[in-house]
């Protein structure tokens, strides 16, 4: 596989990643988890963002099935944490891969 062909896998196993990304509502629940390092329940979460209960479990849903969360059980209560690891180093290897083939591309 050439260098192009992978950058090309590349971006299109990120599209998804990214597609979670533009939702400015995802985006208020990373930032408000990222606060809380312990973790959020949905009516927390909701107490923060004004949003009803299912469109935030709707939201928590695409976010953990993309990496972007999990939660932790607490008695009867599901507590959301970030866990943005492997999406970011996702993201940021195919920046790399991107930057490294321009440049190669402006050197040749």
């Not at 596989?1 to 990373?30: G, W």
């Not at 408000?32 to 949905?42: I, P, R």
């Not at 180093?89 to 440049?103: F, G, R």
Request: glycine share 2%; aromatic share 4%.
């Amino acid at each position: 596989m050439s260098q192009v062909e992978h950058i090309q896998k590349q971006f299109k196993e990120c599209i998804p990643l990214l597609e979670v990304l533009t939702d400015v509502n995802r985006q208020a629940i990373i930032m408000l988890l990222g606060q809380h390092k312990s973790g959020l329940n949905v009516n927390t979460i909701a107490e923060h963002i004004k949003l009803s209960r299912p469109a935030i479990s709707h939201h928590l849903k695409v976010l953990k099935q993309n990496g972007f969360v999990n939660f932790e059980k607490k008695s009867v209560e599901n507590y959301y944490v970030l866990t943005l690891h492997q999406p970011l180093e996702q993201i940021k290897s195919l920046i790399t891969a991107v930057e490294d083939e321009c440049n190669r591309i402006q050197r040749d």
